[in-house]
T-cell receptor
């Protein structure tokens, strides 16, 4: 158990809909990262938040957005969903100030878009 | 941009065989290198890491050495077990110390390892 929790575990929805994925980082970790894992694209970094502020962006679509709240939990919002958005979405957290950026991953949310 | 290339497999070995999974990288700076493992139905776990050239990361019998001259970070284990069956990801991070976390990891495609009894 990494200490990172994600809800829900599974999500099934239809094209055009909007969903919210939730992540709680390890106690004391200020950084949260979101990743997408799909068969064709592999594991891709989407976005990072540090202590409530956006820190870095990767291959995140404009239809996707995220935020980190004062209690440090984070939400990833996916809108106007398409079939190709079906994937496993991971959240990870890390301790601020760690040079080698060790990240701890949650169990993931499996999103299926029908 | 940064990239990581690794053999995708599946790689099938017998128990107690020697394992090598190749990983090479391209980076504009001086990255830190990682191997993560993903067991079926689970998230990724950090297996080992190396932060500078010639560093050797090791954990649970696995080893990898940061080779700057060949831009490689090959994963090795002398004697694999059935319980090592999983997907292994090589990854890099290029963020310098900033006092506030770092950028996201760049991953390879993953290598599916199957160990037969």
């Amino acid at each position: 158990d990494s200490g990172v929790t994600q809800t829900p575990k599974h999500l099934i929805t239809a094209t055009g809909q909007r969903v919210t994925l939730r992540c709680s980082p390890r106690s004391g970790d200020l950084s949260v990262y979101w990743y997408q894992q799909s068969l064709d694209q592999g594991l891709q970094f989407l976005i990072q938040y540090y202590n409530g502020e956006e820190r870095a962006k990767g291959n995140i679509l404009e239809r996707f957005s995220a935020q980190q709240f004062p209690d440090l939990h984070s939400e990833l919002n996916l809108s106007s969903l398409e079939l190709g958005d079906s994937a496993l979405y991971f959240c990870a957290s890390s301790v601020a100030g760690q040079f080698y950026n060790e990240q701890f991953f949650g169990p993931g949310t499996r999103l299926t878009v029908l | 941009g940064n990239s990581v290339t690794q053999m995708e497999g599946p790689v099938t070995l017998s128990e107690e065989a020697f394992l090598t999974i190749n990983c090479t990288y391209t980076a504009t700076g001086y990255p830190s290198l990682f191997w993560y493992v993903q067991y079926p139905g689970e998230g990724l776990q950090l297996l080992l890491k190396a932060t500078k050239a010639d560093d050797k990361g090791s954990n649970k019998g696995f080893e990898a050495t940061y080779r700057k001259e060949t831009t490689s970070f090959h994963l090795e284990k002398g004697s694999v077990q059935v319980s090592d069956s999983a997907v292994y990801f090589c990854a890099l991070s290029e963020a310098p110390f900033s006092g506030g976390g770092a950028d996201g990891l760049t991953f390879g495609k993953g290598t599916h390892l199957i160990i037969q009894p």
